[in-house]
């Protein structure tokens, strides 16, 4: 069974970078049939698709959504077998909970679906 | 992007009832669409993907329909326990996007 232990402070200041740390257990970072994703939700922009990070034919991917392009990153860690996201210049309006999720990729026939997700981490952007 | 509508956000129904939630996807997405369940305080739950495939331990009384860009969630016979959001998303293409969710209240 996969589990996803999410860390990181709960409150940020505006400017500032947004840190968060996802460490899994029950599967690899590494591994070849999944992605490792952010997600985060608000009542004013609902659950939000943030980006990922796959390992695939020996070489690591990212995907991130337009919305937060050039302000996130989303790194592999396969010592700690984890995985983290960096979201810069925050505003109040990053003020989320946000989740890591497992995505078990599709195949030909079945698409792919978050099959795991953390608990979730309410970050506050304030001063 | 692809955007997902749910509506209506909210319906009251009782224990036994049959209840149908819509998604509606802005373009095709094929039989591109999962299915969450969210409770209060909780991350969401993996329902139904492929649009009408039972995850492993979910109960039989929910069920998923359609394809292109109609799909339907129904729960045969509510349960309390089933008292909760709903979320449609489609996996045909990144940025994945869900749906605004629809919640289950008791009537």
């Known amino acids: 069974q996969v589990q996803l232990q999410q860390s990181g402070p709960g409150l940020v200041k505006p400017s500032q970078t947004l840190s968060l740390t996802c460490a899994i257990s029950?599967?690899?970072?590494?591994?070849?049939?999944?992605?490792w994703n952010w997600i985060r939700q608000s009542p004013s922009r609902g659950l939000e698709w943030l980006g990922r990070t796959y390992y695939l034919l020996s070489e690591w991917y990212n995907d991130y959504a337009p919305s937060v392009r050039g302000r996130i990153m989303i790194n592999p860690d396969t010592s700690e077998n984890q995985f983290s996201l960096q979201l810069s210049s925050v505003t109040p309006e990053d003020t989320a909970i946000y989740y890591c999720a497992r995505w078990v990729h599709g195949t030909t026939v079945t698409p792919g679906y978050f099959q795991d997700w953390g608990l979730g981490t309410l970050v506050t952007v304030s001063s | 992007d692809i955007q997902m509508t749910q509506s209506p956000s909210s319906l009251s129904a009782s224990v036994g009832d049959r209840v149908t939630i819509p998604c509606r996807a802005s373009?095709?997405?094929?039989?591109?669409l999962t299915w969450y369940q969210q409770k209060p305080g909780k991350a969401p739950k993996l329902l139904i993907y492929a649009a009408s495939t039972l995850q492993r331990g979910v109960p039989s009384r929910f069920s998923g329909s359609g394809s292109g860009t109609d799909f339907t969630l129904t729960i045969s016979s509510l349960q309390s326990e089933d008292f909760a959001t709903y979320f449609c998303?489609?996996?045909?293409?990144?940025?994945?996007?869900f749906g605004g969710g629809t919640k289950v209240e008791i009537k």
């Open positions: 373009q095709s997405i094929s039989s591109h």
């Open positions: 029950g599967d690899s970072v590494s591994s070849n049939i999944v992605a």
């Open positions: 998303q489609q996996s045909y293409s990144t940025p994945h996007t």
